[in-house]
């Protein structure tokens, strides 16, 4: 079978208007011969009926700290409806449809509340749905455990549930709907001259997710880079090429992402906290990261020196991390107002002078450089968040990124 899989976000699903854009992608693909199976997030967004922060507001006005196993039932239901109506609409329109929620379609997970891994998909309900000429909507974002739990996938999940499916399913490619019509050299808010990255690989959009990019969670590229799963992202409603993610692929000995840039693009993360300790020996910062750890606090851009120990967080885990670094003893400095911005490109990796272009870049704004981390594919600077967007265009056009 030919089959493709479709994911749409909840901004895709919120009116009866872009529902109808989302019927027409599903019906196309259905007239050109594929078996489709389509994975949805819950309708809309915070203040929407059915969206998912809609109902963790409700539930959190309920019980003040509601329990994980239960906010879990209550959050998974805003995917159930998105698909029961999405299955409803492809049946009214004249086509053979089913729903199903996330343990129907066989979506196996670990037992961890709000934040559960898929192990596997037990995939023969949805092929034997296919088989019978039936188009598959599944709900995204959940699954359950071996024991019958319903667990949620946490933030993004809806793309990993989609991907996770295409995999099991052997799908030919995923397709990923959403408000954007492109991954961008940079978000077009701050930068109206960022252009859309037509061809990109795994790694770096990878790498352009995890550092702020709002385009596909990390953890859905993670399974599509193992499985060699041919990514898309795409508009709602609009026919441009979007997005593809592949490996680099040769075609007569060139490549179909042969780099005349050296990076591909500039994005940034705000709300951030750097937390500076003084004086912590080895044994010290053993025991301030196993606490930071155990509290489920997640530290970026670290730099350790005999001298003082740095890191940031996200600006709303400052109260926690203060309380941890206060129970251990440390007076650590918390500098808040600070933003990352990083500069991704595969091409980056062996290429002298690019951190000399980046400071000459923030120099050019006066943006004032407070901490640095880097891999091969990324070079990240801590900078006052007051000063981000200045930043972003100032280093999207030191590397060109605005041409063609």
Partial sequence: MRILVQKFGGSSLATPELRQQVLQHILQAHDKGKKVVVVVSAMGRK????????????????????????????????????????????????????AFTGWQAGVITEEVFGQAEIIRIKKERILKQLQEGKIVVVAGFQGVTENGEITTLGRGGSDTSAVAIAAALEAEQVEIYSDVAAVMTADPRLVPEAKPIRNIGYQEVLQMAREGAKVIHPRAVDIALQYNLPLVLKKTGMPDQGTLVTHQKLIDGKSLMAKTKIVTGITHVTDLVQVTVPQA?????????KQLSAAGISIDLISFSPQDKMFTVDGSECSQVKQ??????????????????????FGMRGVPGVMSRIVTALNRVQVPILQTADSHLNISCLIPEKDVA??????????????E
Wanted: a negative charge; proline letters at 2%; charged letters at 20%.
């Fill in 47 to 98: 203040g929407d009926s059915f969206a998912t922060d809609t109902l963790l507001d409700f539930f959190s006005q309920v019980v003040a700290n509601p329990p994980v196993r239960e906010r879990d039932l209550v959050l998974s239901c805003g995917e159930v409806i998105a698909a029961a109506v999405m299955a409803a609409e492809i049946i009214q329109a004249g086509h053979a449809a089913v």
């Fill in 281 to 289: 020996d080895n044994n010290q910062v053993e025991e301030i990261l």
């Fill in 324 to 345: 941890i670094l206060q129970a251990l003893g440390f007076a650590a400095q918390i500098k808040k107002g600070v933003a990352k911005v990083t500069v991704v490109g």
């Fill in 390 to 403: 200045s930043a972003v265009r100032s280093l999207h056009q030191e590397f060109g990124l605005e041409e």
